[in-house]
């Protein structure tokens, strides 16, 4: 455990000599002040919006954000040390290739977790004088729950790179793969769901089922269930009506898509040819 711990804050002091957190956290928080200043904007007006409105400008972005900065994070963590001639090394010291992956995922794990806060935390104080008549406890328990929703998606795209890093051969093709699996979970998965949608009759009592199968729509649905009104603007609150998703049923499918790429992860570190 110490050498996994050992290991996670080499990854962490090296990203922050990398700027990785303040680069992070400084994009998400430009982008949500941005896009929660100007959620009105449809209306012919500037300024914060509902509370409804707000938490779905957010929750998008970070759906179109987050997997791509975990993906690009972490996609060489196995891969670039072996091109780079470190793997070797770093294989000789006195911990298991288990450790060795597990301490780099933390690692990382501990990076995306300081800069998502950051960046969320930033742009909830700089919405919060705006937001007239919108009640800043329901406020900050929105963006309290945007903000470790968006820590398990990352952590769920973050394994994800481990998986394809930890098989790949080439920097070039992991991130080829990384980008792939980026446009996958992201747009083509939802326009498939929406495509069956539209092509089954009766709309199909399972479709709203098959939405588990996309970390991405785990984590919409997670942030619908806090937020009553958001079921009004988004047919994805539509398909999952009522109580069908509990938000503990959420997280456990959140933790799943952490925890099982990283299991498949390291059982194909173990096996890979140095």
Not at 59 to 86: K, Q, R
Not at 167 to 184: D, I, P, Q, S, V
């Amino acid at each position: 455990m110490n050498a996994i711990l050992t290991l996670a804050g080499k990854e962490f002091r090296d990203g922050l000599r990398n700027r990785w957190v303040l680069a992070i956290a400084s994009i998400l928080a430009v982008l949500a002040v941005g896009i929660a200043w100007f959620g009105a904007a449809a209306s012919g007006g500037l300024g914060v919006a509902s509370l409804a409105t707000t938490l779905i400008s957010l929750s998008t972005l970070a759906v179109f954000l987050i997997p791509l900065i975990a993906l690009l994070l972490a996609y060489d963590a196995v891969v670039g040390e072996h091109e780079a001639g470190t793997l070797l090394l770093l294989l000789t010291y006195p911990l298991s290739r288990t450790q060795l992956l597990l301490g780099k995922f933390l690692g990382h794990a501990l990076i995306l977790a300081a800069a998502i806060g950051l960046g969320f935390g930033v742009a909830g104080a700089t919405i919060a004088p705006g937001a007239e008549g919108m009640p800043l406890g329901e406020l900050a328990g929105g963006l309290g729950l945007l903000i470790v929703s968006s820590i398990l998606l990352g952590w769920a795209f973050l394994a994800l790179a481990y998986l394809i890093s930890a098989g790949a051969t080439e920097k070039a093709r992991a991130a080829g793969l990384a980008l792939g699996t980026w446009f996958l979970f992201v747009l083509v998965f939802d326009l498939a769901l929406l495509a069956l949608l539209v092509g089954v009759e009766g709309g199909g009592d399972w479709l709203p089922w098959l939405m588990l199968l996309n970390p991405t729509d785990g984590f919409r649905l997670l942030n619908l269930a806090g937020v009553d009104a958001a079921r009004e603007f988004t047919g994805l609150g539509a398909m999952a009506r009522g109580d069908m998703f509990h938000p503990s049923a959420l997280v456990t499918t959140l933790l799943a898509w952490i925890l099982v790429p990283l299991g498949l992860a390291v059982l194909r570190f173990r096996h890979r040819a140095t």
